[in-house]
């Protein structure tokens, strides 16, 4: 369920008049609320009561919605045994209801009678058509509440003249990877997953296309396989350093955070793991692999999320492009804007030459470009001083907007959707099969008769059809 679906079960249905009066009186809703479901459905996502229903909560109640918070989905009972656990009596010799009725009353009475849970039954479907109500109740904790959740670890102001922060800025030293002259990694090989190199004029981060998400999400992958625990049922689903992530993003200009102020949360997440790993070290590690920035002050050691500026800045394109020639633009490395260097990759043809990253225009990249990458000031910039780059651009301002027609081309459509994958894979080397949309594919004519072997081949039958033709 989503959240408005939720919300609505929730009204509507699922929660008693007793429920609503105690909802009304804690967060001080309109007395109106108590005569129409719609009303209170109307008003429960507002702030209106939210932080006096937090205040009367205690520090592992809090900590708890902080970790429904960071999971952002739905749940169901078994996980509030992570707050609860003294009311859950173990796991033989009970039915489902007989475990989890008394963790159900205090969440009811404790977190969704002040307010702050949504809480719905779950529609009985095939997956759980022999479940009982109470193993398809499902909770989550509202978004429009997470910026009124007292702070999940304590904020330290450090704004003192002298105070030195240590950061790496490990993506910036990452790109120096492309420079290296070295054999294009072995598809197959497991080493290729952080790889960046350059293959037929495209930048690839492994085996996808190089965006600055994907470089985040590889240093933020090497940190989270630095800090392990063993998986059991009863922890949260989220990581370690997905936790320490969370609990800092809290943080404002100037704040810091010590890494004992993390633990509490860790604690509430991981219930079942008799010994966690050092969450100094943790934050330590997130420093070292470029995630986290960290200073020192009266003898402790702050840490903070490590904020990366991927924009222009103050930066002008002629600081980091030098136009060598009329074919190619060379790149300085040690200070494009990461976003400048995924636009330009996506747009242009890459290649290493004399040591130094280069690029070429391409037209049909830049032709599938938005609108808002051929406004931005890089790509207007290398339309004036770039012949290449205005003799495309003026190319493609004066076709748009033309049909295009494609001769020799053939399309299919493949109801059959293990054919259909079967055929894409087939020809996957080639490039000749191009999945269009939902049921059919394209390719050219003399490519005909190999498509008809695998078909008939498959046990399928091959059916030509005509423009007068309606099926």
């Known amino acids: 369920m989503n959240k408005d679906e939720m919300l609505k079960r929730m009204c509507q249905f699922g929660l ?11 967060r001080d809703l309109p007395p109106a609320c108590l005569k129409s479901r719609d009303l209170f459905q109307h008003n429960f996502l507002n702030d209106t009561g939210i932080e006096k229903a937090m205040a009367s909560l205690d520090e592992r109640q809090t900590l708890f919605l902080h970790l429904l918070n960071v999971a952002g989905e739905e749940t169901d009972i ?13 796991g033989y010799g009970y039915t ?3 475990k989890y009725k008394v963790v159900f009353n205090k969440v009811k009475t404790e977190l969704i009678r002040k307010g702050l849970l949504l809480c719905a039954e779950d529609q009985k479907g095939w997956g759980n058509r022999n479940t009982t109500v109470l193993e398809r109740q499902r909770f989550m904790f509202p978004t429009d509440f997470s910026h009124l959740l007292p702070l999940p670890a304590d904020p330290v102001l450090i704004d003192k003249p002298g105070d030195k922060i240590e950061r790496k800025d490990v993506l910036r030293d990452k790109l120096a990877e492309i420079l290296e002259t070295k054999k ?6 497991d080493s290729v997953q952080g790889s960046l190199h350059i293959k037929n004029g495209t930048l690839l981060l492994g085996k996808s296309l190089f965006t600055v998400k994907r470089l985040k999400g590889w ?3 090497r940190w989270s396989s630095s800090v392990r625990l063993d998986a059991r049922s009863g922890n949260s689903r989220l990581s370690p350093v997905e936790i320490i992530s969370y609990a800092l993003s809290f943080l404002k200009e100037r704040e810091w955070a010590v890494p004992d102020d993390i633990l509490p949360l860790w604690k509430i ?5 008799t010994k966690l790993p050092d969450i100094r070290s943790a934050c330590e590690k997130g420093w070292k692999y470029g995630c986290l920035e960290k200073t020192t002050s009266d003898g402790k050691t702050f840490y903070r999320l490590l904020r990366i500026d991927t924009g222009m800045g103050n930066r002008k394109p002629e600081d980091f492009l030098s ?30 030459r004399q040591g130094r990253l280069t690029f070429q225009p391409d037209l049909v990249k830049i032709s599938h470009a938005s609108e808002e990458i051929r406004e931005a000031p890089t790509f207007v910039w290398l339309q004036k001083h770039h012949q290449a780059f205005t003799k495309i651009v003026r190319a493609i301002n004066k076709r748009e907007g033309k049909t295009v027609v494609h001769n020799n081309l053939m399309i299919a459509r493949i109801r059959d959707l293990s054919l259909k994958v079967l055929l894409e894979k087939k020809f996957t080397d080639t490039k000749q099969v191009v999945s269009l949309s939902e049921e059919f594919i394209s390719f050219p004519v ?3 008769p190999e498509i008809q072997k695998v078909v008939t081949k498959s046990g399928h039958a091959v059916k030509f059809i005509d423009a007068n033709d309606n099926d």
Do not use: W
């Open 219 to 221: 240093n933020r992958s």
């Open 78 to 90: 078994k996980f509030f045994t992570h707050l609860y656990k003294e009311a859950y009596p173990g």
């Open 184 to 189: 294009a990694p072995d598809p197959q090989s």
């Open 269 to 273: 997440a991981y219930p079942t793991v």
């Open 96 to 98: 489902f209801n007989d």
């Open 16 to 26: 008693s008049q007793a429920d609503i009066k105690a909802i009304c009186k804690i």
């Open 323 to 352: 136009i060598k020639n009329d074919d190619f633009i060379e790149i300085d490395l040690s200070c494009i804007p990461l976003d400048t260097l995924e636009r330009l990759c996506g747009t242009c043809n890459m290649s290493i």
């Open 446 to 448: 003399n490519l005909l």
